[in-house]
């Protein structure tokens, strides 16, 4: 009984072996085989060296150039690596969708005569496969196309058409100017003769010319974006003509990006306007372009906009003590080692725990809404001799940041700060966020 028993397990145990093994491994590996014999060519998109594409009286010679593209024929140029990198994977990994098998077939009937794109690829072992693709079928989703010397239609997806059947311009890298942002140490533009210089410090930006202060982090970094992304919108048939029926000889815009420890140079210069786009070049590339009006204006600073509005930046977790006078009031709150705030003034609330964002957020939302440079900030007309509010902080390296409020302006109030001698024009609300009511500071 037990010999039979033990018959009856081996039995089960081959028995599962063989459903795992051939059932649901072999089956996994008839799917890998099923889907490589769908596959048009038998090689992947890392393995391809140059691509050629015809289309109508048109040819285009592209050369793998390391991880990107160049164009080679009809101009030797930079290519645009997602045009020509989407190219290359439709075509490693275009599949049949079925074939169509007649006796005498009438190309033209399925668009192959002639064949509306010839693609053709050459691999880095120094093979070469080819394809034509003729018009889409009736659902717009599928191609017919052949392969050279075989007497069959084949049915792809379009998408292999959709990528290939592209003019020079698709082709073409459209940068307006090539850079890495994280290189950049410092900019400059020139807008009709007057110049804004800006230089990196970190995440922020200080405004050297033509006046020194803070820049606007936000608004510098937008300018620097919108150059970074910016694209050509059409590339000019005669670059080799006169710069100057391009405006280019003396350029309405020029911006200078400083790049590297070396201050490596990238130059842009923006002309004239032509209908709604304006002529542009790459000073270290022979093409003019047309750019958006978009960018013209973005690059055509206005000097309000690039200034940081904040009268003061620091980190929260910096600053360790703060101290507030409003009127005939004294407020102090210290940071303790056990990173809790606490009341030092008043002394009838002297260590009592308190909110911390209560304290701070009438500083970090100073904000100007006007600054005046040059102004004579002792002049008593600005009130800073004798102040409506006064505010100290201090950070964990004991350096002092001031900020003295002095008379109002109808809705707002002069303000300066110990860092710039810029004036600022603060809405007067600070005064009332300022006027701490104990109570409502204390922790529950």
Not at 159 to 167: E, V
Not at 197 to 221: A, C, H, L, T, V
Not at 274 to 302: H, N
Request: proline fraction near 3%.
């Amino acid at each position: 009984m037990w010999r039979n028993l033990g018959i009856v397990a081996a039995l089960f145990l081959a028995l599962g072996a063989f459903v795992y093994f051939y059932e649901i491994r072999g089956e996994k590996k008839r799917e890998e085989a099923s889907e490589k014999e769908k596959k048009v060519f038998q090689f992947e998109q890392k393995d391809i060296a140059s691509l050629t594409i015809k289309t109508g009286n048109e040819e285009f010679a592209l050369q793998k150039d390391k991880d990107a593209w160049k164009l080679t024929k009809p101009i030797e140029t930079k290519a645009d690596k997602s045009a020509v990198d989407s190219i290359a994977i439709d075509l490693a990994s275009a599949k049949i969708d079925r074939n169509i098998d007649e006796q005498s077939i009438d190309w033209k009937k399925y668009g192959l005569d002639p064949p509306t794109v010839k693609l053709s690829a050459k691999l880095n072992d120094g093979k070469s496969y080819g394809i034509e693709l003729g018009e889409k079928d009736f659902t717009d989703f599928s191609v017919f196309a052949r392969i050279p010397g075989q007497n069959k239609v084949l049915v792809l997806p379009s998408s292999l058409l959709t990528s290939a059947n592209k003019k020079l311009f698709d082709l073409r890298d459209k940068t307006v100017i090539e850079f890495q942002r994280d290189q950049i140490k410092e900019m400059t533009i020139e807008v009709k003769g007057k110049e804004y210089s800006f230089e990196k410090n970190g995440e922020d930006w200080m405004i050297k010319k033509p006046f020194q202060s803070r820049g606007d982090r936000s608004e510098i970094g937008s300018i620097v974006s919108d150059l970074e992304f910016a694209k050509v919108e059409e590339f000019v048939r005669s670059p080799e003509a006169s710069l100057r029926m391009y405006g280019l000889q003396k350029p309405e815009i020029r911006v200078n990006l400083l790049l590297g420890d070396n201050r490596a140079r990238k130059t842009l210069l923006v002309g004239k306007k032509v209908d709604s786009f304006y002529y542009a070049k790459d000073e270290s590339r022979t093409p003019v372009f047309k750019i958006k009006e978009d960018l013209y204006k973005k690059l055509s600073l206005d000097p309000q906009k690039v200034r940081d509005k904040k009268l003061i930046r620091f980190e929260r977790g910096d600053i360790s003590q703060i101290d507030v006078k409003f009127q005939d009031k004294a407020f102090s709150f210290s940071k303790g080692s056990d990173e809790k705030w606490k009341i030092i003034k008043p002394e009838g609330h002297k260590d009592k725990p308190i909110i911390e964002y209560k304290i701070f957020w009438p500083v970090e939302d100073l904000e100007a809404k006007e600054l005046i440079d040059n102004a004579n900030l002792r002049d008593p007309h600005y009130g800073f001799n004798q102040p409506s509010a006064e505010i100290k902080l201090v950070d964990k390296n004991k350096k002092i940041t001031e900020v003295v409020l002095g008379k109002l302006d109808k809705d707002k109030v002069y303000a300066k700060t110990n860092n710039e001698r810029t004036l600022y024009k603060v809405d007067k609300k600070v005064l009332d966020d300022l006027n701490f009511k104990i109570d409502e500071l204390l922790e529950k």
